[in-house]
Each structure stands twice: as C-alpha cells, then as structure tokens.
C-alpha cells in the first residue's frame, strides 16, 4: 500500500530510517539478538532492500557506529566555543557530551558495549572516534596548562594520561548514567567537573569546582 | 617423551599452566585469532588434554577471564590497609591497580578488551569483578567524605557516580599506560590521583595531590 509514497523517498532519506531502525534494535537487543527482519520492519521497509541498501548485517553495523561516533563527536565539539576559558570549554563540552549520550541511549550502547563486544573491527571503528575525543580533551589541557602558565611542569606524557584518564571517566558515566533512573545530563557532567577539575579533595573539603 | 614427567603433575597445575598460555595467547592474539593448537603447544600439553580438561574454547577463555579478574581485585585490595585516611588508600589501591596490569599485561587486555569484544557471556564476567572494583572505589570515598565530616552533603548517587567515574578513568589509563613505551605503574597512578584527588584545576596552579 505504501508502495507509492515509498518510491518517493530519496535513498539518502531510506537510508537513514535503516539506520534508526537498526540503532534502536542493536542498542536495544545486542549485536548477535537483532535481527534484520526486525530491523527491516521498524524501518518500515522490506528485508531485501535493507541488504540492498547496507549490504549485510555487519555493514549495516558498521554503518551505525559510524553515523552514532560522528553525531557524537559534533556534538561535543559543537558544545563548545574555543575562545573561552579552559575550565568553560572541558564543562560545556561535559554537558554537550552527556546530553547527547543521554538523549541518544541507543546510539551510545552502540558505541561503547555493542561495538567492543563483537569483534575486532567494529572495535577499530570506535577507537577512531575514542582518539578524536581523546585529542580534543588533550588540546584543552594543553590550553588550561598554557593559561596557568604551567607548561614546562606539566609533560606531554602526564598530559596524555589525564586525558585519557577524563574519556575513560565520561564513557564510564555516561553508561552509568543511562540505566540509573534520574540521573540527568547536567548532574552527570557536574560530576564529573568536580571530579576532574575541582578534585575530590576539593570537593570533601567542601571546595567544588564553581560554574564561574 | 616427556609422558612420564607430564603424568606426576597434578591437574591443579597443569591446568594453570593451560590457563597461563592461554592468556598469553588470547592476550596478545585476541580471541578470535587464538587457536587451541597455539595454546596447547604453550602449554606444553597435547590439544585433546586442554580439551578434556576445559571443554572448548569458551570455556577456556572463561576460565581466562575469571582467574584474571580474581587476581586482579586481590591485588588491590591486597594492597590497601583500611586503617589508614582515605586518600592514602586510594593511592595505595590505584598503585596496586597500575602494577597488577603493567605486570599481567596479557591478563588486562583479556579483561577490559578480549572480554568486553566478544559477546554478552564474556562480557557479563568482566562486569562482575568491574561492580567489586566500583563498591570498593565507592566505600574508599564514603569513608573519605565521613573523615571530612560532608556526608550529608554529599548524596548516595553522587558518589556512585564519582565511583564509576573513578573506575572508567582507571581501566582507560592501564590501557594506555601499557601500550605507551615508558609509562611506569607509578606515573599512572599519580596521575590519576592528581586528576581525582586534587584535581585538574589545582594540578594546573601548581597543587598536585601530595603523598603526605
């Protein structure tokens, strides 16, 4: 019935309700439980013209990981504005971070369990995105440790460790944040803030980072 | 020819002899690359023993993954004594932590990389000894917030977050760390404790967390 209609859309349209369908289903089901069936159906679309579309299931998954890490990463670097302060820069960027996971709980499930449960090359796929986040957060720290007049005391190697340090702490809370009830973006992001720049030293003492 | 010397071992040992080449194997191969005739030649033992004692593969690289995983929170907690502050623990346990996975670097990559990338089953192991490392993470910091009398300020959620937190940063470090030329246990866990107990800012304006 919806044949007409259908013919109409353009396959850059098609294609990308195949891939919401399939992002919903992966994050929701798992890699190895989805089913193209039930892919090609939520996508309201026959199974035959999903492979035409994305060839197989790997490479419709291979798809969505690409599509989430890139809307993840413009996300993030969208949130925020280079020519504020350091500490402005890494809180926006959080939230933008955070907000996003957080709206998009499918597409990070995507992205940090499905592809790293389920083989070698679609854990490639997100390390590519891992490493553009990494080096963002390394340009902020180089930038804090420039204003703070720190340089020559903060190595590149200690550098690169915070901000593998800070990732691995936003991936880890993002998933945190996403299977427990009422945590919202904003609180996610503020700790991690507290966490990362005001310390937890700080913080005991009663010193968190302030929202300037 | 070695019959008679393989026959006097006990099975306890040989089967962690198998174990032991097993890691090494699935460490530095991945699961999927790692072949049961690489392992029992490892081991030093014929591929039908490996199979009569550990069943198949997966049963093997369970194994793999449940002795690792036991290890490595002995380790830790082995490593930390709980009448001293707060922070001397959390230092105490993260140098324990970095040690543990600069030493057995076959071990962590089975543990935060093999196991996470190759299906729910595996996954599911990780995640149990990864809960024991966020509990003990999240005890140090109530006994933290306890010694700096902010429990009240301080809520439940919160502190689960900044546990999780924690916990990401510590596995996205040793990862790093180990395959960054150079990078000592020590080095590790001192910026980590300079990012979660001072703080990014303090670090920045010359306030390292200091080893009291």
Not at 191 to 197: C, E, P
Request: aromatic share 8%.
């Amino acid at each position: 019935m919806g044949a007409v209609k259908t013919k109409r859309m353009p396959r850059a349209v098609r294609e990308q309700q195949m891939l919401d369908a399939a992002v919903r289903t992966f994050g929701q089901r798992g890699y190895m439980a989805a089913s193209m069936d039930e892919i090609a159906e939520l996508a309201g679309v026959s199974k035959p013209l999903v492979y035409l579309y994305l060839n197989s299931k790997d490479d419709l998954f291979t798809a969505c990981i690409r599509r989430e890490a890139t809307a993840l990463t413009e996300a993030v670097r969208g949130g925020v504005r280079r020519d504020l302060p350091a500490d402005r820069q890494l809180w926006d960027g959080l939230r933008a971070f955070f907000a996003h996971t957080a709206a998009h709980p499918d597409g990070w499930s995507v992205l940090h369990l499905q592809a790293r449960t389920h083989g070698e090359r679609f854990a490639s796929e997100v390390a590519a995105m891992r490493t553009e986040l990494v080096e963002f957060v390394t340009q902020l720290i180089v930038v804090a440790a420039r204003e703070a007049r720190r340089d020559p005391d903060l190595p590149e190697r200690e550098v690169a460790g915070l901000a593998e340090a800070l990732v691995g702490a936003a991936e880890s809370l993002a998933a945190w944040a996403n299977v427990t009830p009422g945590v919202t973006a904003r609180e996610a992001a503020t700790t991690l803030m507290n966490f990362a720049w005001a310390g937890l030293g700080g913080l005991l003492d009663g010193r968190p980072w302030a929202d300037a």
